[in-house]
C-alpha cells in the first residue's frame, strides 16, 4: 500500500492541510484553575444547617404525621436553621472572610 504524498495532499474541502491530525507534542502548559470566591467557611456552615434543619424538620414531622402543618406552626425552629443556613450559603459564595 502506497503512502500518500504529503505535498500533494488534498482534502475534501481544498484546504490541502492535515492541521487535525497535528502534532502538539508531549508538554502542555498546566490550566489555570481559577481559584473559588467567597468563604468556604460560611458555605460549609450553611450546608449544615440546611441538613440539620431538614432533619429536625423530619423529626417533627413524625412526631405527629396527622397534622403536618400544625406542627410545624407550632415549631418554627427547622425552618429558621433552613433559613440560616440559606442565608449563610448564599453569603459565602460571595464573600471573602
Known amino acids: 500500500m502506497a503512502q500518500p504524498n504529503p505535498k500533494g495532499y488534498k482534502d475534501d474541502w481544498g484546504t490541502g492541510s492535515r492541521e487535525g491530525y ?5 508538554y502542555r502548559d498546566r490550566r489555570i484553575v481559577p ?9 460549609m456552615v450553611g450546608s449544615v444547617c440546611i441538613v440539620g434543619g431538614i432533619f429536625w424538620a423530619v423529626y417533627v414531622i413524625t412526631r405527629n404525621p396527622s397534622d403536618i402543618v400544625n406542627a410545624l406552626e407550632q415549631n418554627r425552629g427547622p425552618l429558621g436553621v433552613i433559613g440560616l443556613g440559606v442565608v449563610a450559603s448564599v453569603l459565602g459564595k460571595f464573600l471573602r472572610i
Open 22 to 26: 497535528e502534532d502538539r507534542g508531549v
Open 35 to 43: 481559584r473559588s470566591q467567597g468563604s468556604s467557611i460560611l458555605r
